[in-house]
Protein backbone atom coordinates (compact mmCIF):
# COMPACT_ATOMS: atom_id res chain seq x y z
CA UNK A 1 0.00 0.00 0.00
CA UNK A 2 1.35 3.18 -0.71
CA UNK A 3 0.34 6.35 0.79
CA UNK A 4 1.08 10.03 -0.68
CA UNK A 5 0.84 13.41 0.87
CA UNK A 6 2.33 16.18 2.94
CA UNK A 7 1.66 15.18 6.72
CA UNK A 8 0.01 11.20 6.23
CA UNK A 9 2.70 9.96 8.13
CA UNK A 10 0.88 11.45 11.59
CA UNK A 11 -2.26 10.17 11.06
CA UNK A 12 -0.37 6.45 10.85
CA UNK A 13 0.58 4.82 14.30
CA UNK A 14 4.35 4.82 14.79
CA UNK A 15 4.15 0.80 15.20
CA UNK A 16 3.10 0.49 11.67
CA UNK A 17 5.13 3.46 9.42
CA UNK A 18 7.79 0.34 9.16
CA UNK A 19 5.41 -2.30 7.44
CA UNK A 20 6.91 -3.44 5.10
CA UNK A 21 4.08 -3.39 2.81
CA UNK A 22 3.64 -0.03 3.19
CA UNK A 23 4.85 2.86 1.27
CA UNK A 24 4.79 6.21 2.69
CA UNK A 25 5.67 9.37 0.18
CA UNK A 26 5.39 12.64 2.63
CA UNK A 27 5.32 14.98 -0.08
CA UNK A 28 3.64 16.59 -2.81
CA UNK A 29 3.99 14.52 -6.22
CA UNK A 30 3.59 15.86 -9.70
CA UNK A 31 0.17 15.24 -11.64
CA UNK A 32 1.91 12.75 -13.89
CA UNK A 33 3.07 10.53 -11.20
CA UNK A 34 -0.21 10.85 -9.51
CA UNK A 35 -1.46 9.85 -12.40
CA UNK A 36 0.73 6.64 -12.64
CA UNK A 37 -0.22 5.75 -8.85
CA UNK A 38 -3.84 6.13 -9.79
CA UNK A 39 -3.59 4.15 -13.03
CA UNK A 40 -1.78 1.13 -11.31
CA UNK A 41 -4.02 0.72 -7.79
CA UNK A 42 -6.98 -0.78 -6.94
CA UNK A 43 -8.75 1.62 -4.86
CA UNK A 44 -7.54 5.06 -4.38
CA UNK A 45 -9.10 6.51 -0.98
CA UNK A 46 -9.36 10.59 -1.65
CA UNK A 47 -10.70 12.09 1.83
CA UNK A 48 -11.59 15.57 1.68
CA UNK A 49 -9.07 18.06 3.78
CA UNK A 50 -11.40 19.62 6.49
CA UNK A 51 -12.70 23.48 6.45
CA UNK A 52 -10.66 23.74 9.44
CA UNK A 53 -7.38 22.38 8.75
CA UNK A 54 -4.71 25.56 9.78
CA UNK A 55 -3.19 24.88 6.20
CA UNK A 56 -6.11 26.18 4.41
CA UNK A 57 -5.45 29.37 5.63
CA UNK A 58 -9.22 29.75 5.81
CA UNK A 59 -9.62 32.65 8.49
CA UNK A 60 -13.56 32.79 7.77
CA UNK A 61 -14.30 29.09 8.00
CA UNK A 62 -16.04 29.13 4.95
CA UNK A 63 -16.62 25.07 4.40
CA UNK A 64 -16.09 23.36 0.94
CA UNK A 65 -18.81 21.27 -0.19
CA UNK A 66 -18.10 20.47 -3.49
CA UNK A 67 -15.88 17.64 -4.98
CA UNK A 68 -11.59 18.55 -5.04
CA UNK A 69 -9.63 18.52 -8.27
CA UNK A 70 -8.68 15.00 -7.40
CA UNK A 71 -12.04 13.67 -7.70
CA UNK A 72 -12.03 14.29 -11.20
CA UNK A 73 -8.32 13.20 -11.97
CA UNK A 74 -8.44 10.07 -10.39
CA UNK A 75 -11.55 9.55 -12.22
CA UNK A 76 -10.37 10.63 -15.76
CA UNK A 77 -7.37 8.11 -15.43
CA UNK A 78 -10.01 5.61 -14.74
CA UNK A 79 -9.08 4.65 -11.43
CA UNK A 80 -11.65 3.47 -8.95
CA UNK A 81 -11.92 5.53 -5.89
CA UNK A 82 -13.70 6.20 -2.41
CA UNK A 83 -14.77 9.55 -1.51
CA UNK A 84 -15.50 10.68 2.15
CA UNK A 85 -19.38 11.55 1.94
CA UNK A 86 -19.80 14.63 0.07
CA UNK A 87 -22.56 15.85 -2.00
CA UNK A 88 -21.77 13.88 -5.18
CA UNK A 89 -25.16 14.14 -6.76
CA UNK A 90 -24.65 16.97 -9.45
CA UNK A 91 -21.36 15.41 -10.61
CA UNK A 92 -21.25 12.36 -10.01
CA UNK A 93 -24.26 9.45 -9.00
CA UNK A 94 -23.51 6.29 -6.82
CA UNK A 95 -23.01 4.17 -9.94
CA UNK A 96 -19.93 6.60 -10.94
CA UNK A 97 -18.26 6.73 -7.54
CA UNK A 98 -18.48 4.79 -4.12
CA UNK A 99 -18.13 7.11 -0.81
CA UNK A 100 -17.84 6.30 2.84
CA UNK A 101 -19.21 7.98 6.25
CA UNK A 102 -17.08 6.89 8.78
CA UNK A 103 -13.53 5.09 9.27
CA UNK A 104 -15.86 1.57 9.75
CA UNK A 105 -17.85 2.28 6.84
CA UNK A 106 -14.46 3.12 5.07
CA UNK A 107 -12.54 0.00 6.12
CA UNK A 108 -15.96 -2.12 5.21
CA UNK A 109 -16.09 -0.42 1.59
CA UNK A 110 -12.25 -1.89 0.96
CA UNK A 111 -12.57 -4.83 1.93
CA UNK A 112 -16.20 -5.16 -0.01
CA UNK A 113 -14.47 -3.41 -3.39
CA UNK A 114 -11.16 -5.22 -3.12
CA UNK A 115 -13.31 -8.41 -3.53
CA UNK A 116 -15.60 -7.45 -6.17
CA UNK A 117 -13.65 -6.29 -9.07
CA UNK A 118 -15.95 -6.35 -11.84
CA UNK A 119 -18.14 -4.14 -9.96
CA UNK A 120 -15.17 -1.77 -8.86
CA UNK A 121 -14.15 -1.43 -12.53
CA UNK A 122 -17.19 -0.48 -13.85
CA UNK A 123 -17.74 2.39 -11.27
CA UNK A 124 -13.97 3.45 -12.48
CA UNK A 125 -15.42 3.41 -16.41
CA UNK A 126 -18.36 5.32 -15.36
CA UNK A 127 -16.75 7.79 -13.45
CA UNK A 128 -14.35 8.36 -16.23
CA UNK A 129 -17.30 8.48 -19.21
CA UNK A 130 -18.60 10.85 -17.06
CA UNK A 131 -15.33 12.99 -16.49
CA UNK A 132 -15.08 13.00 -20.84
CA UNK A 133 -18.90 14.02 -21.16
CA UNK A 134 -18.90 17.07 -18.77
CA UNK A 135 -16.28 18.06 -16.78
CA UNK A 136 -13.36 18.72 -19.21
CA UNK A 137 -12.03 21.86 -19.53
CA UNK A 138 -13.74 23.02 -22.76
CA UNK A 139 -17.35 22.16 -20.28
CA UNK A 140 -15.65 24.98 -18.06
CA UNK A 141 -14.97 27.43 -20.85
CA UNK A 142 -18.12 26.68 -22.24
CA UNK A 143 -19.99 27.60 -18.77
CA UNK A 144 -17.93 30.62 -18.21
CA UNK A 145 -18.69 31.96 -21.79
CA UNK A 146 -22.08 31.26 -20.91
CA UNK A 147 -21.91 32.90 -17.67
CA UNK A 148 -20.18 36.12 -19.09
CA UNK A 149 -22.51 36.15 -22.42
CA UNK A 150 -25.83 36.54 -19.98
CA UNK A 151 -24.38 39.01 -18.11
CA UNK A 152 -23.50 41.40 -21.00
CA UNK A 153 -26.78 41.05 -22.64
CA UNK A 154 -28.66 41.83 -18.79
CA UNK A 155 -26.38 44.76 -18.45
Given at each position: ???????WHN??????????????????IPPDKAALFYCNAKIVLNPHRSHLLHVNN???NIEN???????F??????AFQLIDNKEV???FADRDIATFSSCQDCVEKITYYLTHEAIRKKKAENARQQVLAEHLMIHRAAEINKLVQAYRKNR
Open positions: MTVIGKGHIPKRKRKHPYLQIIDRWNRFRSLNNRTDIAACQAPS
